[in-house]
């Protein structure tokens, strides 16, 4: 799913300029999906591949990101317990200008006004 608008419509009708990733988006809001979740599922899939590979021995697992990766990063170590580590880089930032960012990053009530963004994410999983 990529950010270009090369196939946004119908040539000789009419083109748009949405990404791809905003298309997706404005599909899946009213079926309750979004394309965070989307993106998470791919992780996640990567991890239980990795994980049947090395059934034999069990070694740590690490998820890493940069940028919107670090995003995805974070939610999946969130829901899977069998990742061991997750570096998020490049993520956390000011959010005053969130308004800024494409319409398909937007998550509900992701920011409110005294909390800090994604903060029960990154607290420590209970034992």
């Not at 990404?19 to 809001?29: D, I, V």
């Not at 990063?73 to 990742?83: F, R, S, V, Y």
Request: some cysteine.
């Amino acid at each position: 799913m990529d950010r270009k608008c090369t196939y946004s419509g119908v040539p000789g009708i009419r083109m748009t300029n949405m990404p791809h990733r905003e298309f997706l988006w404005r599909q899946g809001y009213p079926l309750g999906r979004h394309i965070i979740g989307v993106e998470v599922q791919k992780v996640l899939a990567a991890v239980d591949w990795f994980e049947q590979e090395n059934a034999a021995r069990k070694l740590p697992l690490a998820v890493a990101g940069y940028g919107e990766g670090g995003l995805l990063a974070l939610h999946a170590a969130a829901l899977d317990p069998g990742i061991d580590t997750a570096l998020v880089s490049g993520y956390f930032a000011p959010r005053d200008e969130l308004w800024k960012e494409p319409v398909y990053r937007d998550v509900w009530d992701c920011c409110p006004a005294t909390a800090t963004p994604r903060s029960p994410l990154s607290s420590p999983r209970a034992s």
